[in-house]
């Protein structure tokens, strides 16, 4: 049986996990969302085309 969770829920629950958890989860992530392969590999060489971000000038977006 399947229980679909509001992603609400999901989020506090994600919240509430602790530091080692949380790292666990984000190194699971990608198999548990089920991305094709092909999607991931299309993001990796999309990452070059915004490589001019990388710079001082813009560092001070880089944190919340």
Do not use: C, R
């Not at 989020?11 to 602790?18: K, N, S, Y």
């Amino acid at each position: 049986m399947s229980v679909k969770l509001p992603l609400k829920e999901i989020e506090d629950a994600v919240g509430q996990l602790d530091q080692q958890e949380q790292q666990h989860l984000l190194s699971k992530l990608l198999s548990i969302l089920n991305i094709p392969v092909e999607d991931l590999a299309l993001l990796k060489v999309a990452e070059t085309s915004f490589s001019f971000w990388d710079n001082p000038e813009d560092s001070i977006y880089d944190h919340p």
